[in-house]
């Protein structure tokens, strides 16, 4: 299993990504999760992001690909994984074509869990008040929502061109899109 989870910010692919990685025994592979720790542990890498991540812009594809590059390589020869929150740019898409194509891989899937608007808004304020996030505050989440239609929306029709591209529906239960992952990876 090598597959993307693409979404806007709050369609719970991360929930779902982990899930997948824990069914499947596979690496769940979050550009969130791992630029958070690079903030938490003070790193360079971390104190360049952090100004790109508190207004809700995307981090430079070089860092983002630099990372997933790293990642990778720690995994080891065909590794099977779910990239959860990357790529987001046609770019940082290429990228990771090159970068499996020189590791003698390639992506199985790319899933689109579909959320409108509403429900992302919905799920983003409330997670702001349970976990306090700065980046799920309102302004901000109306930035990342914007960023994602203009930079990570493309991504839809290039693995739709690829012929990689499947669409789950976001807004049913956890459980139920968690259902129609598992139908997909046991097509």
């Not at 812009?57 to 983002?64: A, G, K, N, Q, S």
């Not at 690829?162 to 459980?175: A, C, H, K, M, P």
Request: proline share 4%; charged share 25%.
């Amino acid at each position: 299993m090598r597959w993307i989870l693409l979404g806007p910010p709050g369609s719970g692919k991360g929930t779902q990504a982990k899930r997948l990685a824990d069914k499947y025994q596979v690496a769940h592979i979050s550009t969130g999760d791992m630029l958070r720790a690079e903030v938490a542990a003070g790193t360079t890498l971390g104190r360049q992001a952090q100004a790109f991540m508190d207004r809700g812009d995307l981090v430079p594809d070089t860092l983002i690909l630099e990372m997933i590059r790293q990642r990778l390589k720690e995994l080891g020869p065909t590794p099977g994984f779910v990239l959860d929150g990357f790529p987001r740019t046609t770019q940082q898409a290429d990228g990771l074509c090159k970068m499996l194509r020189g590791m003698s891989s390639e992506l199985d899937r790319a899933i689109l869990v579909d959320v409108s608007d509403d429900e992302i808004l919905k799920r983003l304020l409330g997670r702001a008040r349970l976990e306090g996030r700065t980046d799920d505050e309102s302004g901000v989440v109306l930035h990342r929502l914007e960023v994602y239609r203009k930079q990570t929306a493309p991504l839809i029709a290039y693995y739709e061109r690829l012929g990689l591209l499947t669409r789950v529906n976001g807004e049913q239960s956890i459980d139920g899109v968690f259902g129609e992952l598992q139908s997909l990876a046991a097509a």
